[in-house]
C-alpha cells in the first residue's frame, strides 16, 4: 500500500511510535510517506544543524520524510504552544493535499498538538482512509491552555477531537480504559481497537549493570527504587518521597530526570530530611538500561485523575522491556497490567502510606523472586507491547480501512507481515 503518516514530533525527536512504525512498515514492503515538522522537542527551538525552510524531503528504500515549517519558541507559554499547533496545522493544509494526494490509506499518531492539522487534512484529502493512533485524550483538568482567557482554545480543540473521532475510519487506542474515553466523545465503539504503545527496542534491552552505574545508583546494600523520566505533574512524586521518607532507614529512592515539580518534590524530600532521596540529572536515553539494571526496581507514577486511568506511561513498557521489576503506584491500566504480568507490586495512586507498604514488601522480597518478575514482564512486554505486535495491529487496521472494511464491519483479507 501508499501509507500517509501525519505526525507532530518525528525522529531525531524522542518520537520512536512513529519512527519505528514508518521504518517497519517500509520494511514491509509498503511505500510509506511522513509529513511532521522540524525536530524542536523538548527545547522549543530547531536542533543544531536544522533550519526550517519549505522543501525539505529526505528519501530511502521506500520511506519518504517531507518536513514543514511550525512556530518554535522556547518560553514554553500557553500562547507560544498554541501558535505552534496552528502554524503547523497551516503548513500541513499548504502542503499535504499535493504530497498525500494518492495515498491508499492515512496513519495519524494522534496528540492534542496535531488535532487542527489532522481536521485539516481530513478536509482536504476527502475520504481517505484514516487510522487514529490517540495517545492522549483531550481534559480540562489537564489543558495547558486552561484560564480564562483560553477557554474557547480548549472548546475549540475539544470540538475538532470528536470531530475527527467521528470521521476515522479506525481507532487505535493505546491503553484499554482509553476506549471509553474516546467512545464517550463520538468513537463508533466498533472502530477502535487496543494497541499498545512499544518502547525502542533497539536501546531498551536487559544487559547487566556496568560498576560506573552502581556506583551512581546505589551507596550500600539497601533496596533501590529507581524512577526515571519526568518530574511532573502528572507523576505526583510527592506521594514517592513521603513513602520513602518513612522508611528512612530501609531503601533508597532515586529519581532520574527532571521537570516542571523537581523543585518542589526536592523542597518536599528537604523539608521531610529525607536524605535516602537522592536525585540525578538527565541521562539520554541509551544509558538507561545500564542505570535500570544497577536498581532493584522501577518505579511507576500517575496521579489519581480519571484521564491517567487510561494511560500506560512509556517507562512501564521500557522497564519491562530491559527485564526490571516494577512497583508502580498508579491506577487503571497500568495497575491491571503490572498484576496481570506477575511483574511487580503495585498500589492506588496518591496514597503515599500504601507505597510505603508497598517498598517495605519490595525490600524484602529475595533477588531471584525478583528476577522473575522481571522476566515475566519482558514475556509480557514481547507478547503484548512489541514492536512486532504493534505494528501487526497497526498494518491490519491500514489494510481493513484501505479495503472499506472498518465501515461495513466485515474483516479485510488478512495479509502477512513480511518476514512472518
Known amino acids: 500500500m501508499k501509507i500517509g503518516i501525519l505526525s507532530y514530533h518525528f525522529p531525531p525527536e524522542p518520537a520512536f511510535i512513529p519512527g519505528s512504525l514508518a521504518e517497519e512498515l517500509a520494511a514491509r514492503g509498503h511505500e510509506v510517506r511522513v509529513l511532521t515538522g522540524f525536530p524542536d522537542y523538548p527545547g522549543g527551538h530547531a536542533y543544531p544543524g536544522w533550519r526550517q525552510r519549505w522543501r525539505h524531503q529526505t528519501r530511502s528504500d521506500r520511506l519518504t520524510v517531507r518536513r514543514v515549517p511550525r512556530y518554535a519558541s522556547g518560553d514554553g507559554s500557553t500562547r507560544a504552544r498554541m501558535a505552534s499547533w496552528l502554524s503547523f496545522a497551516g503548513s500541513v493544509a499548504l502542503t499535504g493535499r499535493r504530497y498525500l494526494s494518492d495515498i491508499d490509506a492515512l496513519y495519524v499518531f494522534q496528540l492534542p498538538a496535531t488535532t487542527f492539522a489532522t481536521a485539516g487534512l481530513l478536509r482536504l484529502l476527502g475520504r481517505v482512509p484514516t487510522v487514529l493512533h ?229 525490600s524484602t522480597i529475595p533477588p531471584p523472586a525478583r528476577t522473575d518478575m522481571g522476566r515475566r514482564g519482558r514475556d509480557a512486554y514481547l507478547r503484548e507491547m512489541s514492536l512486532r505486535a504493534g505494528v501487526d495491529r497497526i498494518e491490519q487496521m491500514l489494510h481493513e480501512v484501505a479495503s472499506g472494511a472498518a465501515r461495513t464491519g466485515q474483516p479485510a483479507e488478512r495479509q502477512a507481515p513480511q518476514g512472518a
Open 134 to 362: 490517540v495517545q492522549d485524550v483531550w481534559s480540562e483538568e489537564d489543558d495547558p491552555t486552561r484560564g480564562v482567557d483560553n477557554q474557547r482554545w480548549s472548546g475549540r480543540i475539544s470540538n475538532t477531537m470528536r470531530r475527527i473521532y467521528q470521521e476515522a475510519d479506525g481507532i487505535a487506542v493505546s491503553a484499554p480504559s482509553m476506549r471509553d474515553l474516546v467512545v464517550d466523545d463520538g468513537a463508533d465503539p466498533g472502530r477502535v481497537r487496543v494497541v499498545l504503545n512499544w518502547t525502542d527496542e533497539r536501546i531498551f534491552q536487559p544487559v547487566d549493570p556496568s560498576q560506573a552505574s552502581r556506583s551512581l545508583i546505589r551507596r550500600d546494600g539497601r533496596c533501590v527504587m529507581m524512577h526515571a523520566g519526568t518530574i511532573g505533574v502528572r507523576q505526583g512524586l510527592e506521594t514517592a518521597v513521603r513513602a520513602a521518607a518513612a522508611l528512612n532507614d530501609r531503601m533508597d529512592l532515586v529519581l532520574v530526570g527532571s521537570g516542571a515539580e523537581e523543585r518542589r518534590v526536592r523542597g518536599l524530600a528537604a523539608e521531610l530530611q529525607a536524605d535516602n532521596v537522592r536525585f540525578v540529572e538527565r541521562r539520554s536515553p541509551l544509558d538507561m538500561p545500564d542505570l535500570y539494571a544497577a536498581a532493584d526496581y522501577q518505579l511507576v507514577m500517575l496521579r489519581d485523575l480519571p484521564q491517567l486511568r487510561g494511560m500506560v506511561p512509556g517507562k512501564l513498557q521500557a522497564a519491562l522491556s530491559c527485564a526490571a521489576p516494577v512497583v508502580a503506584s498508579a491506577g487503571g491500566d497500568t495497575m491491571e497490567f503490572v498484576e496481570r504480568a506477575r511483574a511487580g507490586l503495585s498500589c492506588a495512586p496518591e496514597d503515599w502510606a500504601a507505597l510505603a507498604d508497598r517498598f517495605w514488601l519490595a
